[in-house]
């Protein structure tokens, strides 16, 4: 990224100067990206609101033009960015944290397009909502000279498992056209109550989101929801449980969650979408976490073009509640 001047900063994760006009030119990287999603990344800590109105007032100019929000960025794009008061940008937890430090241990692949992390149960994966950090926070701590750092996809808070996170503006579109073509294949293991049926591969349900004053998410079936599928593979079974391999076809909301409370066997320790007395059985055994984990990931990579397969390993938890079950 450019910029013609010299009290601007270029580092896609920190806040411009604010009380001059900024003059930047988008770099072949930002090719394709929307404008309004360019601001709201370029200019840290600033409202949604206030940069919708500067670029409905026109203030933003490309090329000496006014643009809609919905603008497609070209390479050597002049965009002009107007003063505007920001909020401090809060600083990176520091590398030398032992939370942050620990992160490294759960990196299973790392290029310099991508990373692939298995991320522990608990670890949200952006900080807010009183969390100091999360985890694209940590990383960045972590590689503090990476200039692009986004997170890929989501994972609830309490699911585990493989993440993608991009290193470079190009891998993430590459990476986002997968998952809207459903040419990545996701694959997670959930720890479900009583006996799976063995003829019952998929369950085709619509979801509707719903957020409650406090600010939870709660997720339900209804006719008024968006189409939702996913398919499953039995893996184990066991006296009062079955493990199931969960594929989602579409990317919903708590979508494996629901879907599997909806055919009637709800995930082992889920706090929403549970099952109180099947929680205790496997509380009993040690379990005390959501048995919910993204345990494979198959995609083409975004620089080679080579279809690669990444798996991450059970934690210890996991490992131990599938090895009682055995017994």
């Known amino acids: 990224m450019k910029t013609s001047d010299p009290s601007a900063v270029t580092s896609q994760e920190t806040t411009p100067a ?6 930047v030119e988008a770099e072949p990287d930002l090719a394709g990206q929307r404008v309004d999603n360019f601001l709201r990344t370029y200019l840290k800590g600033v409202p949604k609101s206030l940069i919708y109105r500067i670029l409905r007032k026109g203030e933003v100019r ?10 497609k960025l070209a390479a050597g794009d002049i965009i002009r960015i107007p003063p505007v008061r920001v909020s401090e940008t ?10 942050i430090a ?18 522990p149960s608990g670890l949200a994966v952006h900080g807010g909502s009183g ?15 990476a200039k692009f750092m986004e997170l890929v996809h989501r994972l609830d808070r309490d699911t585990s498992g493989c993440i993608l996170v991009a290193k470079k503006r190009s891998a993430l579109r590459h990476m986002h056209e997968q998952l809207r073509n459903s ?4 694959r997670y293991h959930a720890l479900v109550a009583g006996q799976w049926p063995q003829n019952r591969f998929k369950v085709k349900a619509p979801l509707q989101k719903n957020i409650l004053q406090s600010g939870e998410r709660l997720v339900s079936v209804s006719e008024q929801g968006k189409p939702s599928e996913t398919r499953y593979r039995i893996l184990q079974q066991f006296d009062n449980a079955t493990l199931v ?3 989602p076809i579409t990317g919903r909301t708590h979508q494996i969650r629901v879907h599997c409370l909806h055919a009637g066997h709800p995930i082992a320790c889920d706090d929403k979408y549970g099952d109180a007395e099947f929680d205790k059985k496997m509380k009993a055994v040690g379990l005390n976490r959501l048995f919910l984990h993204a345990a494979s990931l198959r995609l083409t990579h975004p620089n080679t073009e080579e279809v690669v397969t990444f798996t991450a390993p059970y934690d210890e938890q996991l490992s131990h509640t599938v090895n009682a079950l055995k017994k």
């Not at 490309?62 to 809609?68: I, P, S, T, W």
């Not at 809060?90 to 939370?99: A, D, G, N, Y």
């Not at 040419?183 to 996701?186: C, L, T, Y």
Request: net charge neutral.
């Open 245 to 247: 391999e969960a594929s």
């Open 90 to 99: 809060p600083e990176l937890p520091s590398p030398k944290l032992e939370r």
């Open 18 to 23: 604010t009380s001059q006009v900024q003059i």
């Open 183 to 186: 040419q990545m294949d996701k």
């Open 131 to 145: 969390l100091s950090f999360g985890l694209i926070e940590g990383l960045r701590a972590l590689r503090p000279d």
């Open 102 to 119: 620990s992160l490294e241990q759960h990196i299973l692949f790392e290029d310099n397009h991508l990373i692939v992390f298995n991320k």
């Open 62 to 71: 490309v090329n000496k033009k006014r643009v809609k929000p919905e603008y």
